[in-house]
């Protein structure tokens, strides 16, 4: 399967996954209570296990919001590269791992789940500006033979710059490996709201690399 069509498959996982706590919903209270208006008092009548899968929908959901504009833009800009199909191949198996494990209320295995999740997610929860994360990333994308095709950064680079951090996290993105086609993802607000805009990754950092 290529990347989009494994895309596809969480798009559409996605949306299953609103079906067991909604018919558990349906056997406890009705179909026509269903599908009133949300009573607050029938939400905390419901099975942990239903409350659990709901809980998990909405990340899914939430998540599917960051990982799927990146992957696009990722593929836009070089749909030939073959690491895409892998990461959305384990994005969707990590989703659906999450889901499992987590509407089963079981916390060991729930943990590893996330923790393929936030991997995939380029580090959402890493300390972009710290000694250890990033460099960890390019030394086993290279062990590895990878280069990096996208990385998402939302906004976070304002916050760098306020903490003083950014230059060192400049100097280890540059120790990733990184081609022509390497590109960052950002998140920039404007009069219309938050829009996506692109960047070469190599020609950036460039100058950050030549003290590392």
């Known amino acids: 399967m290529t990347d989009l069509q494994w895309l596809a498959a969480t798009v559409l996982f996605a949306a299953l996954t609103v079906f067991p706590y909604v018919l558990e919903r349906i056997f406890r209270i009705g179909l026509w209570r269903t599908m009133d208006n949300p009573d607050p008092a029938d939400d905390a009548k419901a099975s942990s296990w239903a409350q659990r899968a709901k809980r998990a929908h909405i990340n899914a959901v939430e998540n599917l919001v960051l990982f799927a504009p990146a992957l696009i833009a990722a593929h836009l800009h070089n749909p030939q590269a073959s690491v895409l199909a892998t990461a959305a191949q ?94 960052f993802i950002r998140s920039q607000s404007g009069a219309g709201g938050f829009a996506l805009s692109l960047g070469a990754i190599q020609t950036e950092v460039g100058a950050c690399g030549a003290g590392r």
Not at 103 to 108: D, L, M, Q, S, T
Not at 118 to 147: C, T, Y
Not at 158 to 180: F, K, S, V
């Open 90 to 183: 384990i994005y969707f198996f990590a989703r659906l791992t999450h889901y499992v494990v987590y509407a089963a209320g079981v916390p060991v295995l729930r943990s590893v789940g996330d923790e393929g999740r936030e991997m995939l997610l380029a580090l959402k929860s890493g300390n972009f500006g710290g000694p250890k994360a990033l460099r960890a990333v390019g030394a086993w994308l290279k062990a590895h033979d990878q280069i990096v095709s996208a990385y998402y950064l939302s906004n976070v680079e304002q916050y760098l710059r306020q903490d003083g951090l950014w230059e060192i996290w400049c100097a280890n993105t540059a120790t990733l490996p990184l081609d022509r086609t390497s590109t």
